[in-house]
């Protein structure tokens, strides 16, 4: 029994996607989420068990995933959440309707493409390929003029364009490689959305909002927010990413070690000592995946530069992707969801379902890269993610569709 009953919606209308940016971006996120997970479950189970046949895509199906999961899946999301709050962080107007609905049809009609791409129709990914570029260039050519227009500086805001920028040089990055370009400017453009991207993001939202979340509903807490942790952070992660580009793993232990201690320091003093509700507290847990993940890199490196053996493989990798990012996902979807349509800040079942179970699925991932039977491992994972999400993206999707609860626009 949900504790938060949602009253019931009326008036579905896919109107009102376009009445506010999160409206869009966040619908076509969750369903690209979906979409993506599916075929790539449907792909791995096909490599496994090859009775399941599926065609082999080009490019190679799994750089094609990171593709899509990098730039084109959770950057939906990033510009929903981003075209919301440029203008708030900024002090300047809400964007007009017309400036974020491009945005939006570039990045789920390029996934769409890439995808039919990836199941046999040829043109596909290059159609797909100029779509997602056409909706990264519209989403920072409205972002990136707030930053000369407003009064003061925003750091946080200044951080997300300069990750948003480097993202848009992963996906000309993967544009070079599709058109004939070395595979080197694949393997380029998933680190850059890996380290570029998505982690740069992550971080400076949650070094913007996390605090601020916690002080506004903890008893006595008090918000830590320096700037000098964003400005030891760029530095480390385009540290850790020149070291990737260049393959130099047992060297990564030099920047992953300062990682650790930067992000366990956070958890450390963001964590509310007094009672917390759960909206809050999935942020901090989704967090706690961040030093987890840096302990797991630095420890791979070091193992690495003493033996030779890469341990571990992609499990670092996908603890950063499936805990954190998922994690923190499922947390910040559902509260901006929540707020934003009127209704309590509180998780309700599909949500902490869709949470709990991201737990597993990332400790399932993880463990497949230790485990015989790697392959049926990633299968189960990949099936997990969709039992864990379809849920909560099915609430979500029927909230952006109906009127806001308590009746206010947007």
């Not at 993506?36 to 065609?55: E, F, G, I, T, V």
């Not at 900024?90 to 769409?112: A, H, I, N, S």
């Not at 509260?335 to 379902?353: D, E, I, K």
């Not at 991201?358 to 099936?383: C, F, K, N, S, Y």
Request: glycine share 10%; with cysteine; net charge positive.
């Amino acid at each position: 029994m949900d504790p938060h009953p949602a009253p019931p919606p009326s008036r579905v209308s896919p109107r009102l996607l376009g009445a506010a940016p999160h409206r869009l971006m966040f619908f076509i996120g969750a369903g690209n989420l979906l979409l993506a997970m599916a075929w790539w479950a449907a792909w791995l189970a096909a490599a496994r068990w090859p009775a399941l046949s599926m065609p082999q895509p080009q490019p190679y199906a799994g750089w094609l995933h990171a593709f899509v999961m990098q730039y084109q899946v959770l950057p939906s999301f990033f510009f929903g959440f981003l075209l919301t709050t440029f203008p708030k962080w900024t002090g300047q107007p809400e964007f007009e309707r017309w400036r974020y609905v491009p945005v939006g049809l570039g990045l789920m009609g390029g996934q769409l493409c890439t995808l039919l791409g990836a199941l046999g129709w040829e043109a596909g990914i290059v159609v797909g390929l100029l779509m997602t570029v056409a909706g990264w260039t519209a989403g920072l050519a409205t972002l990136t003029p707030l930053l000369w227009r407003e009064q003061g500086v925003t750091w946080h805001a200044r951080s997300c364009i300069a990750a948003l920028s480097l993202g848009l040089v992963g996906v000309l990055a993967w544009t070079a490689f599709v058109l004939g370009a070395s595979p080197m400017w694949a393997f380029a453009s998933i680190k850059l959305g890996t380290f570029g991207l998505l982690l740069p993001v992550y971080f400076t939202v949650a070094h913007r909002m996390f605090p601020f979340f916690a002080s506004r509903v903890t008893p006595g807490y008090q918000p830590w927010r320096p700037l000098w942790l964003l400005a030891l952070f760029w530095p480390l992660v385009l540290a850790h990413l020149v070291l990737e580009l260049f393959h130099a793993y047992a060297w990564l232990w030099l920047v992953d070690l300062p990682l650790l201690a930067l992000t366990a320091t956070m958890l450390w003093r963001w964590w509310p000592r007094a009672r917390t509700p759960g909206i809050l507290a999935v942020l901090f847990i989704g967090l706690s995946w961040l030093p987890l993940t840096f302990a797991l890199y630095a420890g791979q490196s070091v193992a690495y530069a003493l033996t030779g053996v890469y341990w571990l493989g992609r499990g670092p990798a996908h603890a950063l992707f499936i805990g954190f990012f998922g994690s923190v996902l499922i947390a910040m979807v559902t509260r901006v969801t929540q707020g934003h349509s009127g209704r309590p800040l509180a998780m309700y079942t599909a949500a902490w379902f869709a949470f709990l179970a991201i737990q597993l699925v990332a400790v399932m991932r993880v463990v497949a890269e230790i485990v015989p039977d790697a392959m049926a491992w990633q299968v189960a994972a990949a099936l997990g993610w969709l039992v864990a999400f379809a849920p909560w993206v099915a609430r979500i999707g029927r909230i952006y569709l109906s009127p806001r609860a308590d009746g206010q626009p947007g």
